[in-house]
């Protein structure tokens, strides 16, 4: 027994049984050798490479009711805008100048952007910038919708799944919303041919060990190119106002296994990351991330994409961003690249 070594047994075999899983979750004893070993995977994979992405937050309307979320409609003290087409291409010119390669559309389900404005927008950024990545991230919809935006030149869609168990989903949605569609909404845009990305918060209420495995069954099944978790983290005009934020070193412990897990997958440090801590974006390239998601959006506008608390970064420019995180990722012991920074493959290598 004294020779268990669970992150030996992850890294040759990409997998665990649920019992070392659970025990290698639970515990800090094998935290060292854990982040270790998922750097030297992904430096086997990607090298010191870390790809940008640029997120543009366009519109913070949604018709959700997330109980963790603080855009949710519910929520009376969100000061609500909407970015207008042109602003959105304005973010994309700035930042293609600034060397970014793929750009991220990301807003709260607003009935105000029909597909055909969607469509437009996302035809005349795969007109202007052909050598870029359009991403998605609109949330749920029809998988007709999802075919338009592809067709229209969309190539990446992020929709976290946020927990694979049933009954924990139920408790941080309403009624209305169910974890069969999130779930029909991911595979439909895998069939469509979408990279997709997936993923869960770290923390959230409710949320046990258990679910955490389900989270990996879950991944393991859907295959997503990209895995985006980040911890859960409080916000006062929300019904979990009184639930504690997701804590720093079981969201980075998850980054490293997803790293043994998923060897080719593309695992943001993400920003609530760097909220939890100062040193959070930087910890979590460590411990096996690959990929960074500095604001496009318009200085004017980023406060008020508040999902959480205290996000960082609101007050910046996207060039000085840009230019923070490349000396961040740079002290961390990697390098920010501009390529399009899609997901490598095993046939590839
Ligand atoms: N409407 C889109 C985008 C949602 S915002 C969609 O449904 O996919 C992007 C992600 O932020 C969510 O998927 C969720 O995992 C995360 N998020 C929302 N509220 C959060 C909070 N309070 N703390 C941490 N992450 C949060």
Known sequence: MNDFNPVLQLNIERDLPEASLKLLLQSEKWDSSLTAAADRKRREIYADEVYLRGLIEFSNFCKNNCFYCGIRAGNQNAVRYRLSKEEILDCCVEGYGLGFRTFVLQSGEDPFFTDSLLCEIVSEIRSRFPDCAITLSLGEKPRESYKA???????????????????????????????????????????????????????????????????????????????????????????????????LTLTLRLISVLRL????ALIPATTALGTIHPQGRELGLKAGANVVMPNLSPVRVRK??????????????????????????????????????????????
Not at 261 to 264: T, V
């Open 261 to 264: 897990m998923f060897p080719y």
């Open 149 to 247: 935006y592809f067709d229209a030149g969309a190539n990446r869609y992020l929709l976290r799944h946020e927990t694979a168990n049933d009954a924990h989903y139920r408790k941080l949605h309403p009624e209305s919303m169910s974890l069969t569609n999130r779930k029909r909404c991911l595979y439909d845009l895998k069939d469509i041919g979408y990279q997709v990305g997936s993923g869960f918060m770290v923390g959230s209420p409710y949320q046990t060990v258990d679910c955490i495995i389900e989270d990996l069954r879950f991944l393991q099944e859907l295959k997503p190119d990209m895995i985006g978790i980040g911890p859960y983290i409080t916000h006062k005009e929300t019904p979990f106002a009184s639930f504690q934020s997701g804590s």
């Open 304 to 349: 008020l994409y508040e999902l959480y608390e205290n996000k960082i970064c609101t007050g910046e420019e996207a060039a000085q961003c840009r230019s923070c995180l490349e000396r961040r990722v740079a002290a961390a012991g990697y390098r920010v690249v501009t390529a399009i920074g899609n997901a490598k493959k095993e046939h590839m290598l």
